[in-house]
Structure formats: structure tokens, C-alpha cells
């Protein structure tokens, strides 16, 4: 079968691998639907988390091919979701219920951009969900992105009713704007340096900030007025700013306008160290949060949201590439101003 390697920087390319062989507690999928991640943008890049020869893409749905003896609950034939995530279950992360932060996630299922895929240990730690006859697979392999907004949003714990941010409408940036949107957040403005990715955070009733055009601080000042905090006069009146960019002039954004007692959720990687302006974090007291993939129970509600339509996804798509020319994939996807999600699908020799 095909698998999609990481070569280096700006090099990618599918090797013909074994097909996976199912163990006594394992499932393997047929890849129908992976989506191509900003992480793996990074790594396509700048060869960011990755070394030569590991397999690429995490967020895929697929069609189950074959189940080890030990699994009852899923049969061949299946259409299912996938949470990567294969936490260890033991260790002091996952017994303090942080399994995103698992010392050995040796169960972990990666490997999405290729024919087929094995889900280790596939019935513990809520790993695959049954999709609705009414979920397409490119809908279902949403779920990993999902499950990171659900996760940033529920470590944010944001007012509702009060002024919200959300900086960088990639995918996750996209995912959190919806999952705010699910649970009633009323006030929310998107921002970005994309077309497209603003157009498409507008349709779900939020307001947008082009940062191309203008000062974005004296924006959202202008929007939402200035706070007054000790030592800090005149700053912004943001309650939770969600920093999904990992870009610096956001960064600066989030400490300045948000308000004193607020919380910056730090969702965003960047690559390097971007500065941080610490004494403005001291003197309004910012609670800064930074929050990293999903426990099985942030994916469990990220499958709820999508299949009660609370969440949709499908305007997110805007290209769908075989996997055959994978590598173009990549680069659809590192061409910020022209892609939201790109979408990678089999096309089986
Ligand atoms: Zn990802
Ligand atoms: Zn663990």
C-alpha cells in the first residue's frame, strides 16, 4: 500500500509500505477522507516535529477493513472517525485525566494520507465513532481538528455573553469560531490575512478583521472600548482571546487588548519562540492558557457537535486532492490566502 512519508523540508512522497496486519485488540481502515493539518504544514516547510521517513496525516474518517478477533463492537464494512490519540491509560497524566498529555501514547494512530490506516487497541479511550449514514467521510475526519477547538474552548471556559477573539481562521481557528458559536458565544470577532478564511468565519454570524487592512488593536479598542487595570490604563476589554496563529503580531495583540483578569488560550504553535510582553501579562493578571490536542473525552463531545449538526464543517473544504498527487495537497494547503481545508482522497490502484 501507499504511505505518505516526510522526506524533508518541502519534500514529501508516497513509498509503498506493508499493508497493516490487525492484532487481537486492533481495526484497519481504508483511508476515505485525511485532511492536511497546520501542523503538517510546519513540518512540510520548515521540517518542524518531524524526522525523515515518519508517516503524515492525523485527521481522516475511513471504512473498516479488518478487525482483530478480540473487537466486538466494530465490524468490517463500518464507516468511522478516527482520534488518533492512543494514550497509554497508566501512566500519571492519563490516571489524572490529561490524556492529551500522555507520557506514552504508544497507541497512537498516524499515517492518514496513505491507503490504510491500523487503530491500535481500538476499543479503549473512545478511538473510533460510527459515522451517520448522513456524515461523508470528509466531514468525519474533521473530528481530530474538532476535537482541538473543544479542547481549547473548554480549557478557556470563555463568558459567553462577553467580547471574544479568535486570531488565525485556519482550520482550528475555524473550529473554535464554530464550537463558540455551538455553545451561544454572541460576540465574537474572527481574524485573519486570508480571504477566503474570513469569508468563510463570516458565514457563521461572527465579525471579521482583516489585519491586512489596518491596526487590528485599534480595532477591536474601537469595537469593544478600553478597560482601565492598575498600571495598565486604556487597555482593551477582550474577555478570552483565542491565539490560534502563532504569529507574533497576534501574540501582541492578545496581551494588549485583552482585558485585565482575561485569558489568552495559547492554541497556535509557531515554529520558534515568539516574544511574549510579560509585564503587561503581570500587571492585568492575564491568565495565559495554553492548551494541546484532546483528551477522549473533548473528542467524544467534538463527534457530538458534528453529528447534531451543531457544528458544520463542510464549508471548510475548499480543495480535494487524490492521493496520488499528495505533494500538491501540500502545497494547496501551505498557500494560506487560497485554502481553508485542504482534503486529501484515496484514489486506489
Ligand atoms: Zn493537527
Ligand atoms: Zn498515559
Request: aromatic content about 6%; proline content about 6%; hydrophobic content about 40%.
Amino acid at each position: 500500500m501507499r504511505s505518505t512519508r516526510w522526506q524533508a523540508i518541502g519534500s514529501v512522497g508516497l513509498v509503498d509500505t506493508a499493508a497493516p496486519q490487525a492484532g487481537p485488540h486492533d481495526v484497519v481502515l481504508d483511508v476515505e477522507a485525511c485532511g492536511i493539518c497546520g501542523s503538517d504544514v510546519h513540518a512540510f516547510a520548515e521540517g518542524a516535529w518531524i524526522s525523515a521517513g515518519d508517516p503524515m496525516g492525523h485527521e481522516f474518517a475511513g471504512t473498516v477493513s479488518a478487525v482483530g478477533p478480540q473487537v466486538s463492537t466494530f465490524a468490517v464494512g463500518d464507516r468511522v472517525a478516527v482520534n488518533p490519540m492512543g494514550p497509554c491509560g497508566s501512566c500519571g497524566q492519563c490516571a489524572g485525566g490529561s490524556s492529551n498529555l500522555c507520557a506514552n501514547p504508544a497507541h497512537s494512530s498516524f499515517g492518514g494520507l496513505g491507503d490504510q490506516v491500523l487503530v491500535a487497541h481500538a476499543e479503549s479511550g473512545a478511538r473510533l465513532f460510527r459515522l451517520p449514514d448522513t456524515m461523508s467521510f470528509e466531514e468525519g475526519a474533521f473530528l481530530e481538528p474538532l476535537s482541538v477547538a473543544v479542547r481549547a474552548v473548554r480549557c478557556a471556559d470563555p463568558d459567553l455573553a462577553a467580547p471574544v477573539v479568535v486570531a488565525g481562521l485556519g482550520s482550528i481557528g475555524q473550529c473554535v469560531v464554530r464550537v463558540l458559536r455551538a455553545y451561544g458565544a454572541s460576540d465574537v470577532v474572527g481574524i485573519d490575512v486570508s480571504t477566503p478564511r474570513l469569508r468563510v468565519a463570516a458565514a457563521t454570524g461572527v465579525d471579521v478583521l482583516d489585519a491586512r487592512e489596518g491596526d487590528v488593536v485599534a480595532g477591536l479598542l474601537d469595537r469593544w472600548g478600553t478597560s482601565d487595570s492598575p498600571y495598565q490604563p486604556g487597555s482593551g476589554n477582550v474577555a478570552a482571546f483565542f491565539e490560534c496563529s502563532g504569529a507574533q503580531p497576534m501574540i501582541n495583540a492578545a496581551t494588549a487588548v485583552t482585558r485585565a483578569g482575561g485569558t489568552v488560550a495559547l492554541t497556535g504553535l509557531s515554529g520558534h519562540r515568539p516574544g511574549v510582553d510579560l509585564d503587561t501579562v503581570v500587571q492585568k493578571e492575564l491568565r495565559l492558557r495554553g492548551t494541546f490536542a484532546y483528551t477522549g473525552d473533548d473528542a467524544t463531545e467534538a463527534f457530538r457537535l458534528l453529528e447534531s449538526g451543531a457544528v458544520d464543517v463542510a464549508p471548510l473544504v475548499t480543495h480535494r486532492i487524490p492521493l496520488s498527487r499528495v505533494d500538491e495537497a501540500f502545497a494547496a494547503q501551505h498557500a494560506t490566502d487560497g485554502s481553508v481545508k485542504v482534503v486529501v482522497l484515496p484514489d486506489r490502484p
